[in-house]
Structure formats: structure tokens, C-alpha cells
């Protein structure tokens, strides 16, 4: 059964960094391009940022130079490190892997930036 366990949000201020993981089980997790989402309250779910199996990694324009994302495929597990953060960035961020035509998501985990 594939599964996805999303850790590490939480409340932090302006400037602030928070960082994000999602242990994923049930799959072969080397194979798997690994998604960060984020969705705010009345705002549709957006893609944040994107790791390949091999590393290549892509962002959405407003987190460049702040966020990154990373994998370590020894420990099933996908990061998302945020830098500066800012109130807009403030969000439930879902972890997301797709192979092929297979896709899952995690139940996501909140982030709150304000002072």
C-alpha cells in the first residue's frame, strides 16, 4: 500500500524557515518524480516544486532562491526547505508522487506565517 507522511509544518514568522518532509512507503521511491503542492484557504492547489528520480529539480517562479527541494532516496524521503518566508507562502503543502500514470498524494501538512 503506497503511502506518503507529511512532517514538519507548523507556525513561524515573517523571514522565518521551515522545513518539510514526507517519508513515502509502498513504492520504489528512487523511480518516483516527487511534487511539493500547496493550497490557501479559497486558492486551487498549486505546484510548488519538483524533483525527478535522478534530481533535477524545477520551481514555481515566486519560491525561487527560497525554497529547496531535495531527496535522499536511502530514507524514502523528500524535503522541502523554506527560506524567507513570507505570509503569502502560508498554506497546506501536500506531497505528491507520480510514476508513469501512477500518482498519490499525502494528506498535506500546514504552514502559517505570520507574526
Known amino acids: 500500500q503506497v503511502q506518503l507522511v507529511e512532517s514538519g509544518g507548523g507556525l513561524v514568522q515573517p523571514r522565518g524557515s521551515l522545513r518539510l518532509s514526507c517519508a513515502a512507503s509502498?513504492?520504489?521511491?528512487?523511480?518516483?518524480?516527487m511534487d511539493w503542492y500547496r493550497q490557501a484557504p479559497g486558492k486551487q492547489r498549486a505546484l510548488v516544486a519538483v524533483?525527478?528520480?535522478?534530481?533535477?529539480?524545477n520551481y514555481t517562479d515566486s519560491v525561487k532562491g527560497r525554497f529547496t527541494i531535495s531527496r535522499d532516496n536511502a530514507k524514502n524521503t523528500v524535503y522541502l526547505q523554506m527560506n524567507s518566508l513570507k505570509p503569502e507562502d502560508a498554506a497546506l503543502y501536500y506531497c505528491h508522487a507520480v510514476y508513469r500514470s501512477i500518482a498519490q498524494w499525502g494528506q498535506g501538512t500546514q504552514g502559517t506565517v505570520s507574526s
Open positions: 509502498g513504492i520504489i521511491f528512487s523511480a518516483y518524480t
Open positions: 524533483i525527478t528520480g535522478g534530481g533535477s529539480t
